[in-house]
C-alpha cells in the first residue's frame, strides 16, 4: 500500500486504484470483494495501514460498458514509454464514454493504438488517470500497466501531481495570487452542473494573475493549479468568487464583448514522478491557435 493512501478509508482506496465509482467501490468492499493481507473486510469505512498488501477483484462489465478501439480516432501522444503514455487532448474531444458519449472518445483511439490498456483500470476508462473536460484542451497522462495506474493515482491522492491550466477570467481580481478552498458537489437546483456546497468535496484550486486586460474589457489571464481534482473546479471555483472563465456558458462567463469559442481553459503543463524509475517528467503544451486567437484580440 503506497504511504500517500496510508489512513484512507477502504473504499476510497479501491475507488482510487481500480477507477470505480466510491458506491460501487463500497459495494465490492461488503460484497467480501476485498482482502487485507489476505483476509476478507468487509467494513467500507475501515482505515488501511501502510505497508499492507489490498487485493480486491472488480466486477466484471458486459455488453456496451466495454470501450470499442476505434482507429479512426487521432489522439495526440506527445510521449510514451512502457509504462505511461502522455497526451495532448484538442478541444471538443471526449476522453471516456459517459452519458451521452459512447463513442469516438480519446479512451477509444488510444485502445486502438495500445490494445495493452484494456486491462488497465476501469474497462469503461482503460488507463485513465485523470480526465480533462470536452471543451478543455491540453495535458494529461495514460497508465500503460496496472502498477503504473496505482503508483500515478497515489500522486494524485498525495497532490505531488503538478497540473497548471492557463485561463483567461472576467474581471479584475482583488489579489494577484491566491487560494480558493470551497467544497464542490452536484447542484442541488441542477443535476448536470456543479456548484459549491456544503456537503460537496473537498477542493482547491491555486491561482496567479499573469496577464489583466482593459480592452474591450477588464479581464484577467491566469494560471491556476489544481491541488484536489473535482469535475469541473477551475470552472466552477472562478464562478463561485464572480470571475467566471471566458467562454464559459454553462458557468456564466458567456458575456458580450469578447467572443470564445469554448471555455478558456488550457492544461498547459503536466509534472509526475515517473512510475518505473520516480525520475521527474515534465511537459509543456503551447495555447492552441483558438485561444491564442482571443488573446490576441485584447
Known sequence: MPAALAGQRLDRVVAMLSGLTRSAARELVE?????????VVTRAADRVDEGVTLAFDP??????SFVEPDPAVSVPVVHEDAEVIVVDKPAGMVVHPGAGHEGATMAAGLLARFPELAGVGDPERPGIVH???????????????????????????????DRRYRTLAW????????????????????????????????ARTRYEVVGVFD????????????????THQIRVHLSAIGHPVVGDGR???????????RP?????????????DGRAMAFDSALPDDLRAVLDRL
Request: net charge neutral; glycine share 14%; hydrophobic share 35%.
Open 31 to 39: 460484497a467480501g470483494g476485498a482482502t487485507v493481507d489476505g483476509s
Open 59 to 64: 466486477p466484471e462489465p458486459s455488453g456496451p
Open 131 to 161: 480526465r480533462l473536460d470536452k471543451g478543455t484542451s491540453g495535458l494529461l497522462v495514460v497508465a500503460r500497466t496496472a502498477d503504473a495506474h496505482r503508483d500515478l493515482v497515489a500522486q494524485l491522492a498525495a497532490r505531488s501531481m
Open 171 to 202: 474581471g479584475h481580481l482583488d489579489n494577484p495570487q491566491g487560494v480558493i478552498d470551497a467544497p464542490i458537489g452536484r447542484s442541488a437546483r441542477t443535476p448536470t452542473k456543479m456548484g459549491v456546497t456544503a456537503t460537496g468535496r473537498s
Open 215 to 230: 480592452e474591450p474589457t477588464a479581464l484577467s489571464l491566469l494560471e491556476c493549479r489544481l491541488e484536489t481534482g473535482r
Open 251 to 261: 458557468y456564466g462567463g458567456a458575456r458580450p464583448g469578447v467572443s470564445c469559442p
Open 264 to 276: 478558456f481553459l488550457h492544461a498547459e503543463h503536466l509534472g509526475f514522478a515517473h512510475p518505473g
